[in-house]
C-alpha cells in the first residue's frame, strides 16, 4: 500500500527572477544587489525540485534523505552568504529578512520535517493518525507559503524603491513544482478516502485472527460504511488534467469492500458457526459409549461431518479467491498512484 506523499513545500517557490546571471559578489546597482539574491534563489528551487522528484518516485528512503540534506545544505549556504551581503544604501531590511526567511526554511525542514518523520510509522496505525500526520506537514507547509509570500513583498518594495521592474512569470521549476504541488493535493485527497475504509480491512481481519468477532464485527460495519461513503465522496472529485485512474482505481477497491469483503466475512461468520455447533455435536458423540450410540445418532452425525466438510471446502475456495482479488486490487491501486505520480511529476 503506498504512503501520503506531502513534500509540497510550496513556500519555497520564488516566484520573481530578473535576466542577468552576476557571478560575481558586487553591487553597484540595486539591480545588481536584487539580482544576486535571485540567483541563490534558483539554486534553491533546483534542489527543492530534485527532492519533491525523488521523494514522489523513490522507495529509497536514503536516497530521499540525501537529497533532503542536499537541499537544506543549499539552503544553509546561501542564508551564509546573503549574511556576509552590505547594507544597500545603508538599508538591511532587504537582506536581514532574506536571511531569516532562510533560515526558517533550514528549520522547518531539518527540525519540523525530523517531528514529522517521527509520526510517519504511526500515522499508517489508524485513520485519525493519519489525518493528523498530514495536517501537520500542511501547517509546516504552510509556514513556509507565509513566510514566502511576505519575502516576496519585501523583494517587491525593495524593487519599487529602486525603480527595478520584477517579472514575475515563474520560471521552468517553479512551474514544475506548482504542478507537483497540485498532483500531490490531489493524490493525498483520494488516498485518505482509501485509506479510510482500507485500515478497517485490516482490523476486521486482524481481530478475526486474533478471534475477537465482537471487534471484527465492529471493524466489517465501519469498513461498509466508509467505504459507502468513499464511493460517494470519489464521485464528487474531478479527474486531474483529464486522469480519472486514480479515481477509477479507488472505487474499484472501495465497492470490492461493499461487495464482496463485507458478505465473504458474513459468510465466513456463519461457517464458523456451523463449526462451533458441529464440535458441541462431536462432543457429545464422543462422550458416549460406542455400545450406546443408536443408528439415528451415527446417521445425523456423518450428514453432519458431510455438511462441515462440503462446507469448509466451499469456504476455502472462496476465501483463495477472495485473498487473490484482495491482493490483485492492492497491487492495482499501488500501481496506478505509481504511474499518476510518474505522469504528473517528471
Known sequence: MRKTIQIT???????YFISNDIRAQKYQTAFEYLEYMSNLQKEINKDVWQFVSVSAHSKRENKIALK??????????????????????GNTELRDSMAEYLN??????????????????????????????LKIKDMANQKLDDAGKSIQKTEEKFASEHNIKL???????????????????????????????????????????????????????????????????IKSVLMFKGDATLKKACDEILSFYIKKEAPFFEELSDFDIKKEQFEKIKKIIDSKKPEDLTEEDVKVFNEKVDDLNN????????????????????????????????????
Not at 513545500?9 to 516566484?15: A, E, K, S
Not at 531539518?110 to 509520526?119: G, P, W
Not at 462446507?311 to 504511474?339: G, V
Open 311 to 346: 462446507s469448509t471446502q466451499k469456504i476455502n475456495a472462496k476465501m483463495e479467491i477472495q485473498n487473490k482479488k484482495r491482493k490483485d486490487l492492492i497491487e492495482y491501486w499501488n500501481k496506478t498512484s505509481s504511474t499518476f505520480l510518474d505522469n504528473q511529476i517528471p
Open 68 to 89: 533532503k540534506n542536499e537541499m537544506i545544505q543549499t539552503v544553509r549556504n546561501s542564508e551564509n552568504l546573503i549574511r556576509q551581503m552590505p547594507a544597500y544604501e
Open 167 to 233: 517579472t514575475s512569470n515563474l520560471s521552468e521549476i517553479g512551474k514544475k513544482l506548482e504542478e507537483a504541488n497540485k498532483a500531490i493535493r490531489y493524490y493525498n485527497k483520494i488516498y485518505l478516502i482509501f485509506f479510510k475504509a482500507h485500515k478497517e480491512s485490516e482490523f476486521m481481519w486482524a481481530h478475526y485472527e486474533n478471534k475477537d468477532l465482537t471487534a471484527a464485527q465492529q471493524a466489517k460495519g465501519n469498513l461498509v460504511k466508509y467505504s459507502t461513503e468513499g464511493v460517494a465522496d
Open 104 to 133: 526558517l526554511i533550514f528549520h522547518v525542514m531539518n527540525e519540523d520535517y525530523r517531528s514529522i518523520i517521527d509520526l510517519e510509522q504511526a500515522a499508517e496505525e489508524s485513520y485519525d493518525l493519519m489525518e493528523t500526520y
Open 9 to 15: 513545500l510550496i513556500g519555497l517557490v520564488f516566484t
